[in-house]
């Protein structure tokens, strides 16, 4: 069964304006942590944040700010202020208990495409 | 100084044919895995090793190998290369502790081309 689920295959934001990409996540493990990639077409894998389930406030990182809704399970991406060079794939995933060896399952991704 | 360290970046080959791609990180972690990203962009896990000892193998036919000479290496080697096998695979570190980020660090990915 799949963990974590993006139901975004495709985004379109329109420059300097924010941008929220969805993200749902399935566990039973009490301890995890979401994570969000960006992969821009040049390929490489970039840790944009990171929110662990015991975390009391949301993370944020510059722009990127993550909307953790516990009892919903979701840990959704919000990109404020976004620029062209945030046009890339968006990966959500987590990571669960030491059992798992802490590896990250991750969603099936979502593009985005910044417009000028 | 690159942290996580991938060689070749691209390979193309025949099927049927054998081949490695090695995997280093400097950044002194614990933990370090293979991925394998597909056409359609999914990543999955294929392995995940702490101090050299193997810890997850998903559903990865045997003839994908890895080995681990030392923490700061994971080599992945392939045996009998199939047409479904090409795809882009990446190494990953992470430090292993009990609390905290658990970020783990990517390489660059080898493009892997199965002809």
């Known amino acids: 069964a799949q963990k974590i689920t993006q139901t975004q295959p495709g985004m379109f934001v329109q420059e300097k304006e924010a941008v929220t990409l969805d993200c749902t996540y399935d566990?039973?493990?009490?301890?995890?942590?979401l994570f969000w990639y960006k992969q821009p077409s040049s390929g490489e894998m970039i840790f944009l944040i990171y929110q662990g389930s015991y975390d009391q406030q949301n993370a944020t990182e510059g722009r990127y700010s993550l909307n953790f809704q516990k009892a919903r399970k979701s840990a959704n991406l919000v990109i404020s202020a976004s620029q062209l060079g945030d046009s890339a794939m968006y990966f959500c995933a987590m990571r669960e208990g030491p059992n798992s060896g802490y590896a990250l399952n991750f969603g099936k991704g979502t593009s985005l495409l910044v417009t000028p | 100084d690159t942290a996580v360290s991938q060689t070749p970046k691209y390979l193309v080959t025949q099927m049927g044919n054998d081949k490695s791609i090695k995997c280093e990180q400097n950044l002194g972690h614990d933990t370090m895995y293979w991925y394998k990203q597909d056409s359609k962009k999914f990543l999955k896990i294929m392995f995940s090793y702490n101090n050299k000892e193997l810890i997850i193998n998903e559903t990865v036919p045997n003839r994908f190998s890895p080995k681990s000479p030392d923490k700061a290496h994971l080599n992945l080697h392939i045996n009998s290369l199939e047409l479904g096998d090409s795809a882009v695979y990446f190494c990953?570190?992470?430090?292993?502790?009990?609390?905290?980020?658990?970020?783990?660090?990517f390489g660059p990915g080898t493009r892997l081309t199965v002809l």
């Open positions: 990953a570190s992470s430090q292993d502790r009990l609390a905290g980020i658990h970020e783990q660090f």
């Open positions: 566990t039973s493990d009490p301890s995890y942590g």
